[in-house]
């Protein structure tokens, strides 16, 4: 499955868990949600997903952890505030470059109409669905 397969199921799924659940939610409950609905899909989920920094020799373990990873490939920021920010941006950036990922989304459930929400990023652009 292509990295686009991948992000095509976890917007499906986001946009079935944001239209059953709407916004306002903490954004850990999203994340059970969307970790739920995507196995059952039969994707590979990891939650909370470590990503050390390495710094010339040194292994960091320095606290990056991505809401979810999902088959390997696809980086899941989960958010639940009023606007996105730079620095929600630049954070899946950093998670791309810790895990080698080539996309990401970040997806902001507080919003009235989820599309508006989400943010579909590869490493040296930005692009939203």
């Known amino acids: 499955m292509t990295e686009n397969e991948i992000a095509t199921q976890v917007?499906?799924?986001?946009?079935?868990?944001?239209?059953t659940l709407g916004p306002g939610l903490l954004e850990k409950a999203y994340e059970e949600c969307l970790a739920y609905e995507l196995r059952k899909r039969?994707?590979?989920v990891e939650q909370q997903k470590g990503f050390p920094l390495t710094y010339e020799e040194v292994k960091l373990e320095v606290g990056y952890r991505a809401d979810l990873l999902v088959e390997h490939k696809l980086i899941v920021e989960i958010k639940s505030v009023r606007a996105l920010q730079d620095n929600d941006t630049?954070?899946?950036?950093?998670?791309?470059?810790?895990s080698d990922c080539k996309l990401g989304l970040l997806i902001n459930f507080n919003v009235s109409l989820l599309k508006n929400g989400i943010r579909?990023?590869?490493l040296g652009q930005l692009h939203e669905d």
């Open 11 to 19: 917007v499906d799924a986001a946009l079935k868990i944001h239209k």
């Open 42 to 44: 039969t994707l590979y």
């Open 90 to 98: 630049a954070q899946v950036l950093t998670y791309l470059k810790l």
């Open 120 to 122: 579909r990023l590869i």
